[in-house]
């Protein structure tokens, strides 16, 4: 992201709240889209496993997605309970017994908890994708347009 410069002069000139919004709005949704990316990247790999990489590799893939996890999960949990679908609350609801439960025991008890947690991981991404884009949605008609009366919602 660019560093902005301010002048003294730029201190006094007010700026339209709906500017510093959609400027503070855009460095959210950026920050947010590269913490999902990253998750992306370590759930494709999980899931398209077909053998089994050994116990360091699958260790590290593990400590990756339940670091990963934890911050979707904060931003799943972010979401208002009465805004939430059931996807979003059944996954924070799994993702906490993922995480107390931790692998079975067996061979292929750790192998079976990595591609689990990238499942939820996966869900969590989704979750918090739509909530994202139903939020751009809801503001659409205001940006873009500082200094005109905001559009009606169906003039689109």
Request: glycine share 8%; aromatic share 2%; hydrophobic share 40%.
């Amino acid at each position: 992201m660019d560093a902005i410069e301010l002048s003294p002069q730029d201190l006094d000139t007010p700026v339209p709240a709906i500017e510093v919004a959609g400027a503070l709005l855009r460095a959210t949704v950026a920050l947010e889209k590269a913490a999902e990316e990253a998750a992306e990247r370590d759930i494709n790999r999980v899931l398209r496993m077909k053998h089994h990489p050994g116990n360091v590799e699958l260790a590290k893939l593990t400590d990756r997605l339940l670091t990963r996890g934890d911050g979707l999960s904060g931003g799943v949990d972010a979401i208002p309970v009465a805004e939430r679908d059931a996807r979003a609350t059944g996954v924070c609801e799994t993702w906490e017994r993922l995480k107390a439960d931790g692998p079975e025991d067996g061979p292929l008890g750790t192998w079976s908890y990595t591609r689990h947690l990238a499942l939820t991981a996966r869900d969590m991404v989704r979750a918090l994708r739509e909530r994202r884009a139903a939020q751009l949605r809801s503001i659409a008609p205001f940006v873009g347009r500082p200094d005109l009366p905001p559009l009606a919602p169906d003039a689109r």
